[in-house]
């Protein structure tokens, strides 16, 4: 581990070395109690909270992660500092292997982590699940929300609205004074 690094706060890898422990086949595992909903090592250090793929990175790049810190390898949690990556080195590293196999790389649409959210259709086109999940939600043709609360509704052009998801500068739709 590299606790020489810039950026690293003060006593961040005598907490993450006290915490993990090293396994075969050069993986890293965590011995701490704390975990995440997924299993994952997490702890606080001097008031700030990290994950043990988090901590290893910043020992390994003395940086802060981008996005989501994931293990590269197979081994489920694995916290070795040379084995976790955040999503702009991910990004870096499919970009760099398209180019190496002369495949197109395009740049995603979102800035949705791809490393979670990445499918692909059953004819081979990739999506952001992310992006689907949040287009799916019901609104009007103009993009506003579709309020299902029948109190307080007042009724637009493009649907009724409660006072929570007026359409921003319109006023309401009146039928009064129209022939």
């Known amino acids: 581990m590299n606790a020489t ?3 690293v706060v003060d006593g961040l890898a005598e907490q993450f070395a006290r915490r993990s422990r090293s396994v075969d086949g050069g993986h890293r595992e965590w ?13 606080r250090h001097r008031g700030k909270d990290y994950t043990a793929a988090q901590a290893a990175f910043i020992l390994r790049t003395g940086r802060a ?6 293990p590269a390898c197979e081994h489920a949690h694995c916290c070795e500092p040379a084995h976790v990556d955040d999503r ?4 870096h590293e499919r970009e760099a292997l398209a180019d190496i196999t002369g495949m197109e790389h395009r740049a995603w649409a979102c800035e949705h982590d791809k490393a979670v959210y990445a499918r692909r259709r059953a ?5 952001c699940a992310e ?5 799916s939600r019901p609104h009007c043709e103009h993009g506003n929300p579709v309020c299902a609360d029948d109190e307080g509704v007042r009724p637009y052009v493009c649907g ?11 006023r ?6 129209q022939a």
């Open 31 to 43: 011995t701490g109690t704390s975990r995440t909903a997924s299993g994952a090592g997490r702890f």
């Open 65 to 70: 992660p981008v996005g989501l810190v994931l």
């Open 172 to 177: 309401p739709f009146s039928t009064r004074g």
């Open 88 to 91: 702009a080195n991910r990004q």
């Open 5 to 7: 690094a810039p950026a």
């Open 123 to 127: 004819d081979g086109r990739r999506y």
């Open 160 to 170: 009724p609205r409660c006072e929570g998801h007026q359409p921003a500068r319109t």
């Open 131 to 135: 992006c689907n999940r949040q287009a």
